[in-house]
């Protein structure tokens, strides 16, 4: 059975900092690539960052570029956002997501091209 179980999330005053942690298990493909969706009330699901399996290569959005920074612990399975300097704009369900195809990693990112999601972990940020 595969899981996929986000934590991390929280409520913070802008400017602060939360680090969301997705550890994954029970996925029988190679999950090339890995990645963050957030969606916040009453708006679409939109890809936030990704990382490639192999070579770990990353990318943001615009919206989030030089705030978050995506990781991966291949020994724990584990991927992670470092999210900085966060502003109310971020207020959002956070899900972390898995890709059997590398090219998902690049944009625009789809959530159709994901194949397994976790339940989400709530982010708010304060003014």
């Known amino acids: 059975q595969v899981q996929l179980v986000e934590s991390g999330g929280g409520s913070v005053q802008a400017g602060g900092s939360l680090r969301l942690s997705c550890p994954v298990s029970?996925?029988?493909?190679?999950?090339?690539?890995m990645g963050w969706f957030r969606q916040a009330l009453g708006r679409e699901r939109e890809g936030v960052a990704t990382?490639?399996?192999?070579?770990?290569?990353?990318y943001y959005a615009e919206s989030v570029l030089g705030r978050f920074t995506i990781s991966h612990d291949n020994a724990k399975n584990t991927v992670y956002l470092q999210m900085d300097s966060l502003k109310p704009e971020d207020t959002a369900m956070y899900y972390c997501a898995t890709a059997r195809a590398a090219w998902a990693c690049a944009p625009p990112l789809r959530s159709g091209d994901y194949t397994d999601w976790g339940q989400g972990t709530q982010v708010t940020v304060s003014s």
């Open positions: 029970g996925v029988t493909y190679s999950s090339n690539c």
């Open positions: 990382i490639t399996a192999v070579g770990g290569l990353t």
